[in-house]
């Protein structure tokens, strides 16, 4: 695997024994719960219609994974606007 600089640094750092690891401080803690908090918050609600035989499939593919159909219907939606999932153009 290809390490781009600072991956190659810090793997350096840690074969060398060169890292020191120190323990956050309550105000680092409380910053990064507060940005885990609204990663994850999902604030807005919204109807759509859908053919009924699309619903019908991500209920399948829903269940097939473990997922309730609404978090598989958010995930597609984020995923899309993230860039990580492209739709064919006509």
């Known amino acids: 695997m290809k390490y781009d600089k600072e ?8 074969d060398s024994d060169n890292m020191k690891l120190s323990t956050p ?14 990663t ?3 604030d807005k609600r ?13 209920q399948k593919k829903a269940k097939q994974m473990g997922i309730p159909y609404q ?3 958010s ?5 899309y ?3 990580d999932l492209k739709i064919a153009t006509m």
Do not use: C, P
């Open 46 to 58: 919204v109807t759509i219609r859908l053919y009924s035989h699309d619903f019908i499939g991500i």
């Open 25 to 38: 401080s309550l105000e680092e803690i409380e910053s990064i719960k507060s940005a885990a908090d609204n």
């Open 71 to 73: 978090t598989l219907i």
């Open 81 to 83: 606007i993230e860039g």
């Open 7 to 14: 991956e190659q640094f810090i793997l350096d750092a840690l």
């Open 40 to 42: 994850f918050k999902k």
């Open 75 to 79: 995930s597609l939606i984020h995923r």
